[in-house]
């Protein structure tokens, strides 16, 4: 069964300690890995896709990365409008096109 | 512009009550889905249109019923309202089936009493 566990559930943070959030993954054939951001009361705001192990996307403070089994998501001195919850999903090769999403990982940044 | 739209943005509603929420999206795709968060703020697929044409259909009761009257809209009835109801729901549309990122609607919290 495809499935997606992130960790910490929680993290907090102070501004400008960088840190990492991870993403395990089962799934019988990946399409692509996905992180996406989302701030309370809202929808989840895409942040970037992964396609294969060993590729990288950046923007600003954060960047992703991915493995055979995981995902990390770094935050490279974060500021307190960091704080949110951040998904990761995945796409398995099914065609269908569904999103199999972790738990989140809530981030909290202190000023 | 608002990519994804929904509405209504909250729902109060008693149980065995019928009620509708719906989606639109101006991004030009082809693909739109419904998920469920629950309170322990987990996503899940419900269903998934691709211009039209249902595509998953993941063993929700079929007190819901989906319907896509064109490809930029896809409403998401449900009826005889259950406490277990209580959720937020997620609209979003992807440029085609089977891959791509997905861009998510601002949710629709609804409260069964």
């Known amino acids: 069964e495809d499935q997606v566990t992130q960790s910490p559930e929680a993290l907090r943070l102070q501004e400008g300690e960088s840190s990492s959030l991870n993403c395990s993954y089962t799934v019988s054939g990946l399409r692509g890995l996905f992180w996406y951001r989302q701030d309370p009361g809202k929808g989840p705001e895409f942040l970037f896709t992964l396609y294969s192990a060993g590729e990288e996307k950046e923007k600003e403070r954060l960047k992703a990365t991915l493995t055979k089994k995981e995902s990390f998501l770094h935050i490279t001195a974060p500021k307190p409008e960091d704080s949110a919850t951040y998904l990761c999903a995945v796409q398995a090769s099914s065609n269908t096109g569904k999103l199999i999403f972790g738990q989140g990982t809530t981030l909290q940044v202190k000023p | ?113």
């Open chain 2, 1 to 113: 512009d608002t990519a994804v739209s929904q509405t209504p943005k909250y729902l109060v509603t008693q149980m065995g009550n019928d009620k509708s929420i719906k989606c639109e999206q101006n991004l030009g795709h082809d693909t739109m889905y419904w998920y469920k968060q629950d309170s322990k703020k987990f996503l899940k697929i419900m269903f998934s249109y691709n211009n039209k044409e249902l595509i998953i259909n993941e063993t929700v009761p079929n007190r819901f019923s989906p319907k896509s009257p064109d490809k930029a809209h896809l409403n998401l009835h449900i009826n005889s309202l259950e406490l277990g109801d209580s959720a937020v729901y997620f609209c979003a549309s992807s440029q085609m089936v089977g891959g791509g990122e997905q861009y998510f609607g601002p949710g629709t919290r609804l409260t069964v009493t």
